[in-house]
């Protein structure tokens, strides 16, 4: 199982200031985080909750159909480009970058056994767009097309421009390289997906993009690209099993969740920094960003009161963002707590050849990249600590399906009982509402005659 080691936020350790007398504050929260856990259970099956996530991990059905679809379609296809954003790209990305050999796109087919090359096209710059279509022989490429909602812009916008070209190069038999992942009746996805004969998936009821990584939305990129996703759901099913537990002192995720929550509050720490040691971790911190602050940043929490609540999520990566981030963590603003992201075991062990041995750098000989990677991780945690800064380690003991989902599946209880905490609603984002209305309103879609007069006026002025 992952490890959570909590002793970088000790008031004991990075003093009263910025720490947290934590037997003290566990025992103040017993109660309230075992309601939290007991009340998300109880909930999760309940309509309306948007807590049916918590059962990704027993849907057989899905894991079946995902697993017989990759496997008629395996070795059909040179690529598999992913068209989707948000919740419905970063957790196939984040997932898909841990879990396939490094430079995976660079190998040959053999080496990558001939499952598909896999790109992910969540922005739309005129400029990337056509440079990926440029290279991709559309009738290799197999374009998995994932929305909830069935229709957010950027991801139709893409859609329409593959359909045609797949058309225009395959004629009729264009449909056998789409596969849309949307919800099960409504959306426009939706309707045309049926209209058009596409193979589709479905994204269960109650479950909301940045917690969908473990619906058909994640596991079908997986599956398709060679991933076991079997692997994938016994780490959700044990790490569920582990954080049912009521009690603080035997829950990581509500550890986490109470810990940045007192920090927040208590400690002014406003930002949480995601900071993986592996560069196959690279795309994690994303997926947690995108988590963290459409999770947790509201406006109004569930009384009414105006808040204004949330945290800042940052993205840093081990040893790298030493040499960019690091002098402000330690000597700016104290107002951060920082994720540490270990890795126990690497694939590989790569030695440092013993030459130059009278040279200045010649200490390095011998010592491994392994070594020298968990001495930087070690080295700025303590002295972040000795600079009073708080800090969490979480490791895994290697970079596995099993270990990558018990990592995702933590921190989206996490973040759940963190949302509980501030007392906010954790699944809407009505925040984003308002710039997606306005997009609409100046590509002239109907009904959104008064947003475009309206932002048109606004324009003007900022
Ligand atoms: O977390 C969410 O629900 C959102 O951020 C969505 O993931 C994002 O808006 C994309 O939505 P959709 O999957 O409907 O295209």
Redesign the pocket.
Known sequence: MIKFDYRGVKADIIGDIHGLNIEEEFNNYKDKISEIITDLNQRKNNPDQWLQWMNLGYNEETAWYVKEYASMVEGRFENLLIL???????GGLAMTEALLKPYWNFLTPEQRENYPRIFFLDNIDPDSVSGLLDILDLKKTLVNV???????V??MAQYMILKDRLEQELGDDYRKNIVAT??KQT?ILRQLADQEGYKTFV?PDDV?????VFSA?GLLPLALVGINIDEVIQGIKDMDLLLKNTDIYNNIAAQNALIHYLLNTKKGKNISVMMPYSSRLNYIPDWYI??WA??LGKEIDNDGNIVNVGQTPLKAIGATDQYSQMQLYNEGPNDKIINFIKVAEFDNNLEIPNIFEYTGIGYLGGKTVNNLLDAEADSTKVTLSNNSRPTVTITLPKIDGYHIAQLLYMLEIQTAIAGELYNINT?N?EG?EQA?NYTYALMGRAGYEESASEIQDKMLMV
Do not use: P
């Not at 989707?84 to 970063?90: C, F």
């Open positions: 989707g954003i948000g919740g419905s790209a970063l994932i929305t909830k909602s069935g229709s957010t950027e991801t949307t919800d959306g994204i909301g993009g940045r917690f969908s939305v995108h988590l459409e999770s699944f984002q984003v997606k």
